[in-house]
């Protein structure tokens, strides 16, 4: 919440602020004044002229604030002069009871017709209206005064008002210097902060795939033997050479997320078959693979649960598939892995486990980059969750569960 | 865009939004007006006492409403101190029910003898208390405290109606003297409400803008992290990949050679993967100062990656506020030093493993490793480790220094985050507060407890995040 008004929208937002409290501060008074006059006017019926021109002063402020036009300002301060005069001459006028002229109820019309600088768009024009509302509303009254009984004394409260509502306008109109320089810097700091996440995002994909490709090809060769390269080798070798130097591979991941990784993938024509689903998903790309490399891997459970996977999503879980396969290569010591695909109605499990050395802290500790980025933010990213049970000795699995599209049973 | 698409309605304001929530730096030029109104409210209260010593019939309750409201002023001038901002809640509580307090202390020491209501003064006093909270408080609770205050002025007004100077309907003297404490109420909700809504409606604009070009970026970003990560996977690798596919023949020095390049690389990654957005930070600061020819030796500390624990505003706030130190005048370029401890676990990263694996302090941070890396430059291998050991030394200062004062944990169960800010700057403290004044007052906004201490060149800044569960900001 840290992104403050930029310098050019200040003025414009506090003179809003000012106008609209200078508003309310009128209305009230308004509405004090009409209730306290119409209930004087029960006893003293001659006071009615005052309950009409206090609330239509009071419909006029309404109009001016809601229009903000100078001809409504002109037309408030006019007829507020008016009413003002009528409001003292009355209300003074009531015999043997008011002691002096310096009445708070009689201010009430004078203070409301001063808040008519608060609408002002400027501090100086605020300031202006307000001290020419001032001077009319201090004639009116004076004169109404003259023609009662009543003696004159100062009205404070209205010169209180006016003084405090042309404090805060200049307050208000000063400009603030010293936010100059801070407001922007806050402002390019929150422009970084999103600049630096999207990069992070570009950058933990950039890193899981050359985690996928690069080290995979390294780690699969330094497992080789020494001779001649196995054609299964020579295949995702080539593959991962052409997907780093095509210099897009990070903005075009989407759109090959359908051709990219089945390098061996038969071709066929015929409308999707249960079987052709389970064929061209990307988990089978990466079982493949896997099995290229020497890995025996069952495949148990529902296969064409795949097909509730929209393509982005199957990409996915097929790259942390391979990522689960390639960590058995590289740690369980044992040549034999299992996938296990089971489906519920709103989610799609797969269970990769092999009966291995299982993991130990220190291996975890260097190596878990590939669980971290290319598995769990994986599934993660996808909305799903990675569980891991490993014990040294005792094998490991892994359970991938993502969101998939509703089961039509 | 079609005239039959519905404009989107704009997210309305947090009930809780206030204008020095939102805008600390608009909040902060707009806190001269509390010591002003605390001045007039004092000085009418005095003025009205004084000129009415007729009507005061017990002049230590007298003397004791006077002296309570301008402790209510006191409080208020210190509640809206840009150094001890947020105003909450309880201050501003304090401060009306401080100010209905003298009011009834007023009534009590004119009992029976009062004139006339209007010229009260804590009725108007408490209406002014309330206008200076506009730029602090939310409009509702504003305007809710001003009802209360109202309600019980205009209770005492009815009264003391029959004892008063002027014969006119006793409902009268309640309309007058709630009029005193809701005009202005009513003016400070308003312009509370009305600021709130505006600058809520500048943010979501201009977050959407941020977002719009954050995303018109996206291109040269990829690009860049790209290039990045071709260079960091070095002459070698590529080449070596390129080369055994043409031979199609593996040796054994290949093999060996495979095995040591795959260690490499996935160090090289692991350490990248550790990199936070703070980290970041410094490095471009840290290139900036070098830029200028001096030699910076800024030392991040933040063992358990807790800065990514942070939410966007936090961040942002931060990193305004490092990039405005290192840029201050004064600046000791070797002086830097960023903190971060706290209590409850590390903020839940996509790293854990499951208990299997257990504790993950357990296991060895990448940065201390001192492998030469062919990828990483040894100069920069070389600096990291020379901050990280700064930065260790320095945490043990800290830690030392900071044995007397009870620890975090002991105040609450929920996880919070410490940061600790050093820097040495030699400026005088008058343009070094002046300086960083609106960086604090963002700050404070989006962390609690900022605690600001200096000794002379030193600057130290604390302050606390209270971490939310939160899955990440989109």
């Known amino acids: 919440m840290s992104l403050g008004l930029p310098g050019h929208l200040v003025q414009l937002t506090l003179a809003r602020a000012l106008a609209r409290a200078a508003h309310w501060f009128a209305l009230t008074c308004l509405m004090a004044g009409a209730v306290s006059v119409a209930v004087l006017s029960l006893s003293r019926p001659e006071l009615w002229i005052t309950v009409v021109a206090v609330l239509a002063m009071g419909a006029l402020l309404v109009l001016f604030t809601r229009h903000r036009r100078i001809g409504f300002a002109v037309a408030y301060l006019v007829f507020g002069t008016l009413c003002v005069y009528v409001f003292t001459r009355a209300v003074l006028g009531v015999p043997d009871v008011f002691p002096a002229s310096n009445m708070f109820l009689v201010a009430l019309p004078k203070m409301a017709l001063v808040m008519v600088g608060g609408a002002g768009s400027t501090a100086l024009a605020g300031v202006l209206w307000s001290t020419a509302a001032f001077l009319l509303a201090e004639s009116a009254a004076l004169l109404a005064i003259l023609g009662t009984t009543v003696p004159y004394r100062p009205d404070l409260f209205t010169l209180s008002t006016y003084l405090v509502l042309v404090g805060v306008m200049l307050l208000a109109g000063i400009d603030r210097r010293l936010s100059n320089a801070a407001q922007p810097a806050i402002h390019r700091a929150v422009q970084d902060g999103a600049n630096r996440q999207l990069r992070d995002a570009l950058d933990t994909r950039a890193i899981a795939l050359l985690n996928d490709t690069t080290v995979a090809q390294l780690v699969a060769l330094s497992l080789a033997e020494p001779g001649g390269l196995s054609p299964g080798l020579q295949t995702s070798l080539r593959y991962t050479l052409t997907t780093l130097h095509d210099t897009d591979w990070l903005t075009d991941i989407d759109a090959r997320s359908d051709t990219g990784p089945h390098p061996t993938l038969p071709e066929k024509a015929s409308e999707p078959t249960e079987t052709s689903v389970w064929i061209s998903s990307a988990v089978h790309g990466a079982i493949e693979r896997g099995r290229d490399r020497g890995l025996t891997i069952d495949v148990t459970g529902d296969i064409n649960a795949l097909s509730r996977l929209d393509a982005g999503s199957d990409r996915e879980v097929g790259l942390a598939v391979q990522q689960c396969l390639v960590n058995v290569i590289l740690h369980a010591g044992i040549a034999s892995a299992e996938v296990a695909i089971e489906q519920d109605l709103t989610t799609i499990s797969l269970r990769i486990t092999d009966a291995g050395r299982g993991f130990t802290e220190s291996e975890s500790a260097s190596d878990r980059l590939g669980l971290r980025q290319s598995v769990r933010r994986r599934i993660e990213q996808l909305g799903g969750s990675v569980l891991i049970w490993s014990r040294p000795g005792a094998g490991t699995s892994v359970r991938l569960t993502v969101p998939a599209a509703q089961k039509n049973s | ?474």
């Not at chain 2, 017990?58 to 301008?70: K, P, R, W, Y």
């Not at chain 2, 312009?191 to 070009?213: E, F, G, K, L």
């Not at chain 2, 942070?310 to 903190?339: E, H, N």
């Not at chain 2, 929920?414 to 004044?437: E, H, K, N, Y």
Request: a positive charge; proline letters at 6%.
């Open chain 2, 1 to 474: 865009m079609t005239r039959a698409t519905p404009t989107p309605r704009r997210p309305r304001a947090p009930a809780s939004a206030s204008q020095q929530r939102l805008d600390p730096i608009g909040g902060l030029a707009a806190w001269p007006l509390a010591p002003v109104v605390a001045l007039v409210v004092v000085t009418y209260a005095v003025a009205a006492t004084t000129s009415r010593q007729h009507e005061i019939q017990l002049e230590e309750l007298a003397a004791a409403a006077v002296a309570v409201l301008t402790i209510a002023a006191a409080v208020l001038v210190w509640s809206s101190r840009p150094d001890l901002a947020p105003f909450t809640r309880t201050r501003a509580v304090v401060i009306v029910a401080l100010g209905l307090v003298a009011h009834l202390l007023a009534v009590a020491s004119t009992w029976q003898f009062n004139g006339m209501i209007q010229d009260d003064f804590a009725p108007m006093g408490l209406g002014l208390l309330l206008l200076a909270m506009a730029p602090f408080r939310p409009w509702k609770e504003i305007l809710a405290l001003g009802v209360a205050a109202a309600v019980t002025v205009g209770i005492t007004a009815l009264a003391q109606s029959p004892f008063l100077g002027i014969q006119t309907p006793p409902v009268l003297f309640a309309i007058i003297a709630m009029t005193q404490v809701l005009a202005p109420a009513l003016a400070a909700a308003a312009y509370s409400r009305q600021v709130v809504n505006s600058i809520h409606r500048w943010q979501t604009d201009a977050r959407r803008a941020i977002r719009a070009s954050t995303e018109a970026s996206r291109g040269l970003l990829a690009t860049e992290v790209v290039d990045h990560r071709l260079k960091n996977l070095g002459a070698e690798v590529l080449p070596f990949l390129a080369d055994v596919l043409e031979r199609k023949t593996l040796t054994a020095a290949d093999v060996k050679r495979a095995r040591s390049l795959a260690f490499q690389v996935r160090r090289v990654l692991v350490a990248e993967v550790d990199h936070t957005w703070l980290d970041d930070l410094i490095d471009r600061e840290r290139a900036v100062l070098t830029a200028r020819g001096l030699a910076p030796l800024c030392v991040i500390a933040d063992p358990e990656r807790r800065a990514t624990g942070f939410d966007s505003d936090q961040r942002a706030a931060v990193g305004a506020l490092i990039v405005a130190l290192c840029r201050l005048k004064g600046f000791d370029p070797t002086s830097l030093v960023v903190q971060i401890d706290g209590s409850g676990a590390a903020p839940a990263d996509t790293d854990q493993i499951t208990q299997a694996f257990g504790d993950r302090s357990a296991r060895p941070t990448p940065a201390t490793d001192t492998t030469t890396m062919a990828i990483v430059t040894a100069a920069q291998t070389q600096a990291a480790a020379q901050a990280r050991a700064q930065a260790r030394a320095q945490a043990q200062v800290h830690a030392a220094t900071q044995a007397g004062t009870p620890a975090t944990a002991f105040r609450s169960a929920s996880p919070r985050d410490t940061i600790t800010i050093q820097a040495g700057i030699s400026l005088p403290p008058f343009q070094r507060r002046r300086a960083l004044r609106p960086y604090l007052s963002v700050l404070r906004a989006v962390f609690t407890r900022v605690r600001v201490t200096s000794r002379h060149p030193l600057l130290t800044l604390e302050f606390d995040a209270e971490r939310f569960q939160t899955k990440g900001t989109p």
